[in-house]
Antibody
């Protein structure tokens, strides 16, 4: 069965960066896009970007352009999301989610989420 | 950016009743790329419906989706206690966005 297992909770100081990992299993990693979304009580659910796990190509949402880096290591079927220049507004649960069949699709499988807290 | 507005904010119904959740888009959703998710506390969202009306695998047939263009609906035909959750719509064109959610409460 498809599983996405994310790294654990993080506490970061303002201005720092955070890297969240997402290990995939149960399917061929390079056959699907991996999306990253975040959820906060105030902003709801925001799509951050997606990674073509085959080519490494990315699309990043306008709000996160210049701050988000999406990468992958195909040898361990793992995707990574790095968010830089953190502020308190970046305190959120970050999810990876695998797309369905095709290019722009719904989010079919989700990781368990990783809470990132930004606090001085 | 396509803004999705969900209504109502909260829906409180009894078991067995029909729930109708609405999602309006600020502009037309291309190719009816509209999905619905269910989220329970402490869990990630779960896909219910995609492409406006296609039920995801293992989703009960009491969940159905309809609509086109800017106006979409999720219907739960006969509410069960386990349907207590927040429901989100999402358009997944080239800049995906989510609605703010509708909370369904069971009386």
């Amino acid at each position: 069965q498809v599983q996405l297992v994310q790294s654990g909770a993080e506490v970061k100081k303002p201005g720092a960066s955070v890297r969240v990992s997402c290990k995939a299993s149960g399917y061929t990693f390079i056959d699907y896009y991996m999306h990253w979304v975040r959820q906060t009580p105030g902003q709801g659910i925001e799509w951050m970007g997606r990674l073509n796990c085959n080519t490494g190509g990315t699309n990043v949402g306008e709000k996160f352009a210049g701050r988000v880096t999406l990468t992958r290591d195909t040898s361990i079927s793992t995707a990574f999301m790095e968010l830089s220049r953190l502020t308190s507004d970046d305190t959120a649960v970050y999810y990876c989610a695998r797309g369905g069949d095709g290019s722009w699709t719904h989010l079919h499988y989700w990781g368990q989420g990783a809470l990132v807290t930004v606090s001085s | 950016e396509i803004v999705l507005t969900q209504s109502p904010g909260t829906l409180s119904l009894s078991p067995g009743e029909r729930a109708t959740l609405s999602c309006w888009a600020s502009q037309g959703v291309g190719r009816n790329y509209l999905a619905w998710y269910q989220q329970k506390p402490g869990q990630p969202p779960r896909i219910l419906i995609y492409a406006t009306s296609t039920r995801a695998t293992d989703i009960a047939d009491r969940f159905s989706g309809s609509g086109s263009g800017t106006d979409f609906t999720l219907t739960i035909s006969r509410l069960e206690p386990e349907d207590c959750a927040v429901y989100y719509c999402q358009q997944y064109g080239t800049a995906p966005t989510f609605g703010q959610g509708t909370k369904v409460e069971i009386k």
